[in-house]
């Protein structure tokens, strides 16, 4: 198959500048977020580790996220209980939290727009 992974997720936003900056202040995630194997970085472009990813379509009438959203973004995380502390220190809801045996851990946050965003902390492999 051509299609090695994902290069990129796109979406609206009302003031992009804002939800940026708050993905990036709070999250880690976006254009300049971590370096490339030369140690470098780029406005553009977050440089992610590696790890599983899930692509997975739900049913139309999943109530697993909001009816009027067509996604929710999932996030791979490192140590989701600190993260956790973190985001209520900085008056960030957190809407759920979850274990799944063989999974992992989850916790449900809303950034500044109302976007769902599932943290996702993998059980350790081995």
């Known amino acids: 198959m051509p299609v090695i992974g994902m290069g ?5 936003a009302k003031d992009p500048p804002a939800l940026k900056a708050w993905y990036k202040a709070h999250l880690g995630v976006g254009g300049g977020c971590g370096t490339d194997e030369s140690g470098r970085s780029n406005e553009w472009v977050w ?3 590696g790890g599983p990813m899930v692509f997975e379509p739900f049913k139309h009438d999943t109530d697993y996220f909001p ?5 929710m973004i ?3 995380v490192d140590g ?3 993260l956790v502390a973190d985001l209520r220190a900085a008056g960030i809801e957190i809407t759920r939290e979850e274990n799944m045996d063989g999974v992992g851990r989850f916790a449900h946050i809303h950034d500044p727009e109302g976007n ?4 996702w902390e ?3 492999r081995g």
């Open 8 to 12: 990129g997720y796109f979406f609206r």
């Open 47 to 49: 440089f992610t580790a």
């Open 67 to 71: 009816a009027d959203r067509t996604a």
């Open 74 to 76: 999932n996030l791979r």
């Open 80 to 82: 989701l209980e600190a």
């Open 116 to 119: 769902l965003i599932e943290l």
């Open 122 to 124: 993998p059980e350790p």
